[in-house]
């Protein structure tokens, strides 16, 4: 609860327009065959400075209550800004959470936020996790005055905004452009896709596909991998967790137990899997889907159907997945972390 009101209180503040800026191209572009945006670049627009903003503050564990958690701690660029150390995140005072944390990539494509979608714009996300008891434990309010305090926010307000004033709504939306500007569109699926020459799927990775087409893109559509709606994917609730899910933000029961469908791009980097992070590798994932589906009340009507793979169709399956994954977004050095800016606030 406290996190809904936290977030709806600053909404209104969010979707008001700073400045007319022109949007630079180079930092954010619609990828070929990717659908139109929902993040309405308009009312935020991207500029390299607000995106520089934005990354120092992604990495800064000054958005924390101790200055020890940042946005990266639980979000790591070489698993596609997930985590891989741990089944659940981890938070401030070593605090652990309910959930595995997501990547995060291709967010402007998305219309909800969070495993349970109780955050429903790009530019208020970040507020949850500063807010959360578990993860960042802060107030906005102590952060503008630590920001406001600090050698080099007050300089990067200014070259983002024109105006070295801390606020609320400024750090939200540089947050929000940063994270708007991680784009994933160059796998291999991708170059195929693109018919770039001398790139083609090998055998096995081309029946793989035909595999995925047949039982797994109704809730994992081309070109994102997923079509952002919730599900109940048939995993068997944990009773210490007892996490409802969508269910826990709507207080409907038709809502139990669905979670927001994550993409599949760059999967093979993303474990471990699943919302509470339960499987650690792709083997259990298909494994779950074959053999190991519970039966609720909410359960995916695609999942009531038992699913039958060979072993070969599994590692045609897993081969075809791991062309997703992006090697030159796991080590694009414009997303990396700002070491001699973020030295200088030391």
């Not at 494509?109 to 790009?122: P, S």
């Not at 087409?213 to 994917?233: D, M, Q, S």
Request: hydrophobic letters at 35%; charged letters at 25%.
């Amino acid at each position: 609860m406290y996190r809904r009101i936290s977030v709806s209180i600053f909404s209104a503040l969010l979707f008001c327009s700073f400045e007319s800026d022109s949007i630079d191209d180079s930092l954010f572009y619609i990828p070929v065959g990717f659908p139109k945006p929902v993040y309405d670049i308009s009312q935020n627009p991207i500029t390299q400075d607000k995106v520089n903003l934005g990354k120092a503050l992604f990495y800064d564990p000054i958005l924390s209550k101790n200055n020890t958690i940042s946005c990266n701690s639980c979000h790591s660029q070489h698993n596609a800004f997930a985590h891989s150390d741990h089944r659940l995140s981890h938070g401030i005072y070593d605090s652990i959470g309910t959930r595995n944390a997501p990547g995060l990539f291709n967010l402007a494509w998305h219309k909800n936020f969070m495993l349970d979608g109780a955050v429903h714009h790009l530019d208020a996300q970040a507020l949850a996790p500063i807010s959360n008891k578990i993860e960042m434990d802060e107030k906005i309010e102590n952060v503008i005055i630590k920001l406001q305090k600090s050698k080099i926010y007050p300089q990067l307000f200014y070259k983002a905004y024109n105006d070295s004033v801390v606020t609320g709504a400024k750090t939200l939306k540089a947050i929000g452009q940063f994270m708007a500007t991680l784009i994933s569109a160059d796998s291999k699926y991708d170059k195929v896709m693109r018919k770039e020459n001398g790139v083609k799927f090998t055998e096995s990775e081309q029946r793989g596909y035909e595999l995925f087409k047949n039982n797994c893109a109704i809730c994992h559509k081309e070109p994102l991998f997923t079509n952002n709606e919730f599900a109940n994917n048939g995993l068997k609730p944990d009773s210490l967790l007892n996490d409802l899910g969508r269910g826990k933000i709507t207080q409907h029961k038709k809502d139990n137990y669905l979670f927001k469908v994550p993409s599949l791009r760059n999967v093979e980097v993303t474990y471990p899997y699943m919302h509470d992070g339960r499987y650690p590798n792709l083997q259990m994932v298909l494994f779950h889907y074959t053999e190991n589906v519970y039966h609720s009340k909410t359960l995916s009507k695609e999942l009531k159907n038992k699913i039958v793979l060979t072993e070969q169709n599994k590692r045609d399956l897993i081969n075809f997945l791991t062309t997703l994954t992006d090697e030159t977004f796991l080590r694009n050095k414009k997303n990396s972390y700002p070491r001699e800016l973020l030295l200088k606030n030391k």
